[in-house]
């Protein structure tokens, strides 16, 4: 991912949080976290720092998917993958996957982990089937009466 893509990334990621989330949180804890996680300073210093790594996936000019990964002690956590509901099972997930599963192993972290919301179904299946298992179950408070609800998951690499 380049600085130029950010914009790109932050309306797609809108598009997918309006198409999953709507019955699993509300919009205005959808609004805040999108605000908080896709602020274009917050991404663009993410594109500066070395222990965080970008990927876009496109189909021509179009941003399909896209995966936010950082180093965390001896883990790296996979913090975003999304990909546009009329992608998927196209593969752009998997070669999402891939590439932080990659960067992961290159910066020598021994486990890949990451977060999603217990209602979640279709990604805790797509999880699973990439290798990843529940290793955990917890409620984060994100303030403002607003929380995560989520299974952590880990595979090893």
Same mark, same amino acid.
């Given at each position: 991912?380049?600085?130029?893509?950010?914009?790109?990334?932050?309306?797609?990621?809108?598009?997918?949080?309006?198409?999953?989330?709507? %019955?699993?949180?509300?919009? &205005?804890?959808?609004?805040?976290?999108?605000?908080? /996680?896709?602020?274009?300073? $917050?991404?663009? #210093? =993410?594109?500066?720092?070395?222990?965080?790594?970008?990927?876009?996936?496109?189909?021509?000019?179009?941003?399909?998917?896209?995966?936010?990964?950082?180093?965390?002690?001896?883990?790296?956590?996979?913090?975003?993958?999304?990909?546009?509901?009329?992608?998927?099972?196209?593969?752009?997930?998997?070669?999402?996957?891939? %590439?932080?599963?990659?960067? &992961?192993?290159?910066?020598?972290?021994?486990?890949? /982990?990451?977060?999603?919301? $217990?209602?979640? #179904? =279709?990604?805790?299946?797509?999880?699973?089937?990439?290798?990843?298992?529940?290793?955990?179950?917890?409620?984060?408070?994100?303030?403002?009466?607003?929380?995560?609800?989520?299974?952590?998951?880990?595979?090893?690499?």
């Amino acid at each position: 991912m380049t600085p130029a893509d950010v914009d790109a990334v932050a309306a797609l990621a809108r598009s997918v949080w309006q198409t999953t989330y709507p %019955a699993l949180i509300s919009q &205005a804890q959808m609004d805040a976290m999108l605000a908080d /996680r896709y602020a274009a300073t $917050r991404m663009r #210093a =993410q594109l500066d720092d070395p222990t965080h790594a970008w990927y876009v996936a496109w189909r021509g000019d179009t941003a399909v998917g896209f995966a936010h990964a950082y180093l965390d002690t001896d883990a790296c956590k996979l913090d975003k993958l999304y990909v546009h509901a009329a992608q998927q099972r196209q593969g752009v997930g998997k070669a999402l996957l891939a %590439a932080a599963e990659a960067w &992961a192993r290159a910066h020598h972290a021994r486990r890949l /982990r990451l977060q999603v919301n $217990r209602g979640n #179904a =279709q990604a805790l299946r797509a999880y699973e089937k990439y290798g990843f298992a529940i290793v955990e179950s917890r409620v984060f408070d994100l303030g403002n009466g607003f929380v995560m609800d989520d299974h952590i998951m880990e595979k090893p690499l």
